[in-house]
């Protein structure tokens, strides 16, 4: 399989690599200059993925290729978004992983035996060094290139040979046109010949089942990582099928610190991400529709930001809040104009094609001629208009 | 969920505040329902922190986990929270009523209620049911012999939740909800403070003003079960440290009181705002659902009942998916039958139509196929605005003369022509020349379950007669870390 020579890699297909080199450079001073000054925060996987399920959000994707803290843009701009964990979960997330790799992996050499039901003999365990800093992102990339392609090769040449465990992979994926860092927060391990992810998540599994939130959210995190790690090995010459769409999750089991793991198959999410990638509109094309002195530096006045901020079309909707730290200054906009979105989408659809809280009601009330792609609606809301007068009215009067 | 919420939304976001969508309460409502409020450790599966429970809005009882990571702790919080809820729960079992027909039986006339703050409350109240059932009070590690009793309450409580119409354990988030539509989405109506900022919003504010301010965790910190961050981070922590210095639970017991009296009012609040609704004509008939069950809970406890297992076995779960499915269907047309603006989204769907009657053929009989003598079925003409998509020879019945059934003659142009089928002794049952009729559907259902076959006759397709559930020490010694 030829994982990024598909159609959806639009890079690949329509640019000549000479061609998409400059472009990048031209875009990346722009998106420098929209920062401001300000040092770039990271991606991760938790971005890319929220990202990926609001693909049509230009203002999303303009503020994260160009590495703007969305928080500080939030917080300037006088919407601050609740986010944040709370310390005992971190704690307990982190002591949970200390547990998992105490003992150089003891416990997650087990889990993965049984899990994979592989005879694994000997494991090499690798850890890329963690450090921060813009410099040293690229020599860590370089090292987890280095060691997981040392991996694939004596994979391919051994058969199913000794297993490699990579620790913190530092791993880039292509967004928007744009290359960006994930968090390397997962593990990837080979073993016979196959490359797995391993996530390790501190949410319990009670009698073979967990909450269905956090797993999908999981199942969301790791597609991120097995897309980027196949990526990666497209890029370097190996066959990226070498990579399992099978992550292995390891999760505290019933109310015990004792962890168990399963295989999580991420197929449906990988295919999503891929679709919804490919469906962003290159930034490129997003950029050149934008004002060139526009800047969303935090050295301006909050009105100043604000106005520069709207220059960017938001696609808000109500599940933004748990995704996106922008969520109340887009709702608030979404708000103060009357849109449909903020009601939710079952709200929109049960509604469908109106845009205006002011359209849905006045089409009730007869007060506004129906187009004729919204004759059906209107009608349906013409009745219930008259069906909830007549009731609610009533109980008015009773309470 | 449907347009008129949809449509009552809209109107919410205009108007300033929330709309209602119905036109009675479609949940019973207990003289002294039991209020219950549980925090948990954030990170943590099943970790009380604290609650506040009580069925005495002046007297909210105040339980804290000063160490959350402490298993005796724990326990003990268990034990205390059994000695307030056990009484209130046992306690409904006095009275009793005769249940006649051929399942004669006796029922209690009570039942416990235990109102929680949302979803999120629900599914812990699970968690803290299925970590305390296995335990024991003997053994390596005895707990209080309150505790497991407890543990099985809870159980009950939760699964009364999976089948529709159940009063016995309530979100209260999900029964505002229920009656009332807000200007904001389904996802904030989780909030239960925002939710009753848009119901009731303060004099001289809009139900939006009222809800971003009642955003604000510091004003109105979350109704749990997780607690804010911040919180967390600035108040209960240095308070668990403080605990663990000097031991004193002080600290965290005035941390989290102050967590949850918001809460607590508001919980009330709303229990007031629902008791302002007169009550729908069918709960009475599902309340009756919810206390034959407590009935039968009663008395299998009584009897050394064990533990529900970790697992469901073929037999029990066809019959509870059986049941389940049959309450939704009843839950569902029972709330369309006793409440117009509910009908109000099926009229609109066509499923369902109102009208005016404007001719009746009383004295119509056919020849039913094999039959001999004609019998009655008299032919009565509606006209209505509604889109009606019920096609001739569908099965409707009477919202009005509930159980009287009928089917669709003719449909055309705003006229209906219905055959009345049964409830028709001495013409009782045919309305006249001018009445408001309507019909529907939706079947209320009711039908007896079919026999599924006993535990030892599992079919080998379902894996063949499970082993007996033996309660074991493992799940009594379970760790809870």
């Known amino acids: ?94 002591s949970f992983e200390e547990l998992v790799k105490a003992d150089r992996c003891a416990h997650l050499l087990r889990l993965l035996r049984e899990t994979l039901g592989l005879p694994i003999p000997a494991i090499a365990y690798v850890d890329v060094p963690q450090a921060g800093g813009q410099a040293t992102r690229e020599l860590r990339h370089a090292r987890t290139r280095k060691e997981l392609r040392l991996a694939a090769e004596s994979a391919v040449r051994d058969g199913s040979g000794d297993g490699t465990l990579v620790d913190h992979p530092l791993l880039t994926l292509p967004v928007a046109g744009h290359e960006v860092y994930l968090d390397p927060a997962v593990l990837a391990v080979q073993a016979g010949g196959r490359f797995h992810i391993v996530e390790i998540k501190s949410f319990a599994v009670i009698d073979g089942a967990a909450d269905s939130a956090q797993v999908a959210a999981a199942s969301r995190l790791s597609a991120v990582y097995v897309y980027a790690l196949k990526a990666m090995f497209a890029a370097e010459g190996i066959d990226p099928g070498l990579v399992s769409h099978e992550v292995v999750l390891v999760c505290p089991k019933d109310f015990a610190n004792h962890p168990t793991a399963t295989l999580l198959d991420v197929r449906l999410q990988l295919a999503a991400l891929r679709r919804q990638l490919s469906r962003l509109t290159r930034i490129d094309r997003i950029l050149d529709r934008l004002p060139s002195d526009l800047t969303f530096s935090l050295e301006q006045s909050p009105a100043e930001l604000a106005r520069a901020v709207r220059t960017v079309e938001a696609r808000y909707a109500p599940e933004c809040l748990s995704t996106c730290e922008m969520a109340y200054f887009c709702r608030s906009d979404a708000r103060g104009c009357g849109s449909l979105e903020v009601l939710g989408r079952v709200t929109r659809d049960d509604l469908g094609g109106l845009d205006s809280v002011d359209a849905v009601l006045d089409l009730a009330a007869g007060d506004r001629r129906a187009s004729s792609e919204h004759a059906e609606i209107a009608e349906q809301l013409h009745h219930v208009h008259a069906i909830y007068r007549a009731h609610a009215t009533a109980e008015a009067v009773v309470a | ?71 005796d702790l724990r326990f003990a919080f ?140 510091v004003l109105w910190p979350p109704a749990g079960p997780d607690t804010d961050p911040g919180f967390d981070a600035r108040v209960l922590r240095p308070a668990i440290d403080a605990y663990d210095a000097s031991g004193s639970p002080e600290p965290v017991r005035e941390a989290l009181r102050g967590q949850l009296e918001p809460t607590w009012r508001l919980m ?108 009655s079925r008299p032919l009565v003409t509606v006209r209505t605005a509604d889109p009606v998509r019920l096609a001739p020879g569908k099965k409707v019945f009477s919202a009005h003369r509930r159980r009287q059934s009928g089917e669709i003659v003719e449909s055309d142009g705003g006229l209906v022509v219905v055959q009345l089928n049964d409830q028709l002794a001495k013409g009782a049952g045919v309305p006249g020349v001018g009445d408001a009729v309507c019909f529907t559907e939706l079947d209320l259902g009711g039908r007896i379950r079919p026999g599924f076959p006993a535990a030892e006759e599992t079919p080998w397709t379902h894996g063949g007669p499970p082993a007996a559930y033996e309660p074991t020490d493992e799940d009594a010694e379970e760790d809870w870390s």
Not at chain 1, 74 to 82: D, K, M
Not at chain 2, 24 to 43: C, E, N, T, W, Y
Not at chain 2, 310 to 336: F, H, I, N, T, V
């Open chain 2, 78 to 217: 268990m034990a205390e929270l059994a000695r307030i809820m056990l009484p209130y729960i046992e306690g409904r079992a006095a009275a009793t009523e005769t249940v006649p027909g051929k399942n004669e039986r006796e029922r209690y006339l009570d039942a416990p209620q235990v109102i929680v703050p949302g979803r999120g409350a629900v599914e812990f109240v699970r968690l803290l049911g299925r970590s305390t059932r296995f335990r024991r009070p003997d053994g390596p590690y005895p707990v209080d012999p309150a505790v497991p009793v407890l543990g099985q309450w809870l159980t009950y409580l939760y699964e009364r939740t999976e089948f529709a119409g159940s009063s016995a354990l309530v979100p209260m988030t999900e029964a505002l909800s229920l009656h009332w539509a807000t200007g904001q989405s389904p996802m904030e109506d989780a909030n239960l403070a925002t939710l009753l900022a848009w119901v009731c919003p303060p004099p001289g504010r809009t139900g939006q003003e009222a809800a971003a301010a009642a955003e604000d965790p």
């Open chain 1, 1 to 94: 399989m030829g994982f990024l020579t598909g159609p959806h890699d639009p890079a690949v297909r329509t640019d000549s690599r000479n061609d998409r080199e400059d472009r990048v450079s031209t875009s990346t001073e722009r998106l420098d200059a929209l920062r401001g000054g300000a040092a770039p925060v990271d991606h991760n996987a938790r971005t890319v993925a929220a990202l990926a399920g609001n693909p049509g959000c230009d203002r999303r994707a303009v503020l994260d290729a160009a590495g703007i803290s969305k928080r500080d843009t939030a917080v300037h701009l006088g919407h601050p978004a609740p986010f944040g964990q709370s310390p005992f979960a971190l704690a307990r997330a982190r």
């Open chain 2, 1 to 71: 969920m449907s347009v008129v919420t949809s449509y009552a939304r809209a109107l919410a976001v205009r108007e300033g505040r929330a709309q209602p969508i119905a036109t009675v309460r479609h949940l019973h409502l207990a003289a002294d329902p039991l209020v219950f409020i549980p925090l948990r450790l954030a990170g943590e599966a099943a970790a009380p922190l604290g609650a506040m429970v009580g069925n005495d809005p002046a007297r909210p009882h105040l339980l804290v986990v000063p160490q959350p990571r402490n298993r």
């Open chain 2, 268 to 375: 009330w609040r709303a229990v007031e705002l629902l008791r302002g609704l007169p009550e729908a004509a069918s709960v009475g008939e599902r309340w009756a659902m919810d206390r034959d069950r407590y009935t039968r809970e009663v008395a299998r406890l009584a009897e050394g009942g064990p533990p529900r297992g970790r697992r469901d076995r073929a037999g029990s779960a066809a019959a509870r998916l059986w049941d389940m499915e049959s309450a939704r269907q009843s839950y569902d047309a029972q709330r369309a039958y006793d409440d117009p603006l509910v009908m109000a989204e099926h009229r609109a769907t066509g499923k369902a139509f109102a009208g005016e009657v404007v001719h009746v053929d009383r004295e119509r009989t056919i020849l039913l196929p094999g039959g001999k003598k004609p019998v």
